[in-house]
């Protein structure tokens, strides 16, 4: 069955005054139905819409709302196929049928393509550990739009080399008590923990991105200087958007602790490579505000830092940048990621 999204926009529909109302219902006689985006929308992102009465009572659950005259159900629609779609709006109300304005929205195919963020909380000490690496590992190898980070814990001093310093922080955060704890998109609980299927990462990537990222890496090994452009799909300016800068180091080595059937069971790992390990949260874990008033469908804007190399990168030479945006609004979820190597240039894509 085709499946539709919905947009932001505030519809207006008149209505008779009445002495018997719906509970719930001001008596006022204008509804208004609203979500957070706007008309400029794009297929497979899935878009929660309400209703309010003017008194701002959600009266959600009285109203069924139309798309090109068929029906939806529940408050969430998702658009599959890109195009020009008339939305109306009904409700009963003290036996009549109340109907909106027809309101048009243009929906497109997203121009840029979908990654995912899989934040894999992990340690050099930590025996069950590379059974996730491992799956991780295959996973990227089907698909390189699947971006993984090593968030490493050391208990003590000395416990982990690679141990990154917010670290109990962004596991506080995600309610992360235990390792191997893998975090996809910063979504919290169960539904953003990975269970180490690859189609699960697929799920993800099979979404629509509203917004795609260019990063342009300077190659200068005497301070991180970085261009970040993103480039918006849909309207996105009622969201709180941040955007987040992770140095990311590879090439490291350590003996890695193993209780597992991987990497021939070896217990330990000598020296064991450990790729994509997080050195530094460049603008903070929740990283830089996103202007508001440019991110709307069609735009781009770019941030530029120029940053000191973190004292515990080994090799600048070997560092990765991975930036992403984060949304506030929708409880602090990656919307899209990119990443680049020291000295090169990811475009949009």
């Given amino acids: 069955m085709t499946r539709f999204l919905l947009f932001t926009f505030g519809f207006i529909f008149l209505m008779t005054s009445c002495n018997e109302l719906e509970e719930g219902v001001d008596e006022a006689n204008v509804i208004v139905i609203t979500n957070p985006y706007g008309s400029h929308l794009i297929t497979d992102y899935d878009i929660a819409f309400s209703a309010e009465d003017a008194a701002g009572n959600d009266i959600t659950s009285n109203v069924t709302f139309y798309i090109d005259g068929e029906p939806q159900t529940g408050n969430m629609v998702n658009f599959s196929q890109p195009g020009t779609y008339t939305i109306t709006a009904k409700m009963e109300l003290d036996g009549r049928q109340i109907n909106s304005m027809p309101y048009e929205v243009v929906v497109e195919y997203p121009q840029n393509s979908t990654k995912v963020l899989v934040e894999d909380f992990t340690g050099t000490w930590c025996v069950n550990c590379p059974r996730v690496v491992y799956h991780l590992e295959e996973a990227v190898a089907q698909n390189d739009h699947i971006i993984p980070v090593a968030i490493h814990?050391?208990?003590?001093?000395?416990?982990?080399?690679?141990?990154?310093?917010?670290?109990?922080?962004?596991?506080?955060?995600?309610?992360?008590?235990?390792?191997?704890?893998?975090?996809?998109?910063?979504?919290?609980?169960?539904?953003?923990?990975?269970?180490?299927?690859?189609?699960?990462?697929?799920?993800?990537?099979?979404?629509?991105?509203?917004?795609?990222?260019?990063?342009?890496?300077?190659?200068?090994?005497?301070?991180?200087?970085?261009?970040?452009?993103?480039?918006?799909?849909?309207?996105m300016n009622q969201q709180d958007l941040r955007l987040v800068l992770y140095l990311v180091e590879n090439g490291l080595h350590a003996d890695q602790q193993n209780a597992t059937p991987f990497y021939d069971g070896q217990n330990p790992i000598p020296d064991f490579e450990q790729k994509h390990v997080l050195r530094k949260a460049l603008n903070g874990l929740y990283g830089t505000v996103i202007d508001a008033n440019n991110a709307v469908a069609g735009n781009t804007i770019t941030q530029t830092f120029e940053l000191g190399i973190p004292d515990n990168v080994t090799d600048i030479n070997n560092c990765d940048i991975v930036a992403f945006v984060i949304n506030e609004t929708r409880g602090k979820v990656v919307e899209n990621i990119q990443k680049v190597a020291f000295g090169t240039t990811q475009d949009f894509d």
Avoid at 186 to 202: A, C, H, M, T
């Fill in 153 to 235: 814990q050391s208990r003590f001093p000395g416990d982990d080399p690679f141990g990154f310093e917010d670290y109990t922080t962004l596991a506080d955060d995600y309610d992360v008590t235990a390792l191997p704890t893998t975090v996809i998109n910063r979504i919290n609980g169960n539904e953003g923990r990975w269970d180490e299927e690859y189609s699960s990462l697929q799920n993800y990537l099979n979404t629509g991105a509203p917004l795609g990222l260019k990063i342009v890496f300077e190659d200068d090994d005497t301070h991180i200087s970085l261009d970040v452009s993103v480039h918006f799909s849909m309207d």
